[in-house]
């Protein structure tokens, strides 16, 4: 069975803020992920794309609105347009001490796909530079994108992301037979009744469970019931509240 992804020493599931603390702040940026580490959040999650000069650069669409596709632009011009957006470096050194599960953005139906997998490249290359095995989880919802991942190096936890489907059954079969240490699945396809099994049968395949964008309190009393090993929210005050 694959190690967790992620240490859990607090007794309950981790808490991760979504994009950071987007109530409290711009999404994605500097500013949202100090307000999730002020709100007392285990760590962050964030989206992460490419430069036309190959840097990583963190924000969640393709394009953006006064630029349009950050792939075609380079580091400094999007500098200039677009202050507020950071680099995955820089993230990392704001969230030193914390969790972070970067999500590669790669979609064939975006302007900026990345059939060669050079960003998943990138980001193993600055963990590894960085020493962040124990502090990063690498995610996304194209499942060649987490397996060049792990083919660069299997030491780099990686977490399969998806929606509808493949239903979680499947996703774990297929997250375990391709060696990743976690999935998550939208929270919504955890349904009352079958999340416990669901989460229990991951488990059994060395899984960890890491569920997203989970806000309504009751579903996260219920899935943290149920044993997820994560919960992303944009709320991670009201879910630490919650969780104790």
């Given at each position: 069975m694959s190690p967790s992804a992620f240490v859990h020493p607090v007794g309950?599931?981790?808490?991760?803020?979504?994009?950071?603390?987007?109530?409290?702040?711009?999404?994605?940026?500097?500013?949202a992920f100090v307000a999730?580490?002020?709100?007392?959040?285990?760590?962050?999650?964030?989206?992460?794309?490419?430069?036309?000069?190959?840097?990583?650069?963190?924000?969640?669409?393709?394009?953006?609105?006064?630029?349009?596709?950050?792939?075609?632009?380079s580091l400094a011009e999007i500098r200039v347009a677009l202050p507020f957006v950071p680099t995955l470096e820089e993230v990392f050194e704001a969230c030193t001490g914390m969790l972070v599960n970067v999500e590669i953005k790669?979609?064939?139906?975006?302007?900026?796909?990345?059939?060669e997998e050079r960003v998943a490249a990138a980001v193993v290359e600055l963990v590894r530079a960085g020493g962040l095995y124990a502090t990063v989880l690498v995610s996304s919802f194209h499942l060649p994108t987490i397996d060049r991942?792990?083919?660069?190096?299997?030491?780099?936890?990686?977490?399969?992301?998806?929606?509808?489907?493949?239903?979680?059954?499947?996703?774990?079969?297929?997250?375990?037979?391709?060696?990743?240490?976690?999935?998550?699945?939208?929270?919504?396809?955890?349904?009352?009744?079958?999340?416990?099994?669901?989460?229990?049968?991951?488990h059994e395949r060395g899984l960890d469970v890491n569920v997203w964008t989970v806000n309504g309190e009751d579903d996260i009393a219920r899935l943290a019931a149920a044993g997820v090993n994560t919960i992303m929210t944009d709320l991670p005050d009201v879910a630490l509240g919650i969780l104790g």
């Open positions: 309950r599931p981790l808490v991760l803020g979504h994009r950071g603390a987007p109530r409290l702040a711009r999404e994605n940026t500097l500013e999730a580490r002020e709100l007392g959040a285990d760590g962050v999650e964030l989206d992460v794309r490419a430069t036309s000069d190959g840097a990583l650069v963190v924000h969640h669409d393709a394009a953006a609105e006064g630029l349009g596709v950050l792939a075609e632009h790669n979609s064939p139906a975006d302007a900026d796909f990345d059939p991942v792990h083919a660069l190096d299997p030491d780099l936890a990686t977490g399969y992301l998806f929606v509808l489907e493949p239903t979680v059954l499947e996703g774990a079969e297929v997250a375990a037979a391709h060696g990743h240490r976690a999935i998550h699945p939208f929270f919504g396809v955890l349904a009352v009744e079958a999340a416990s099994t669901a989460v229990r049968r991951a």
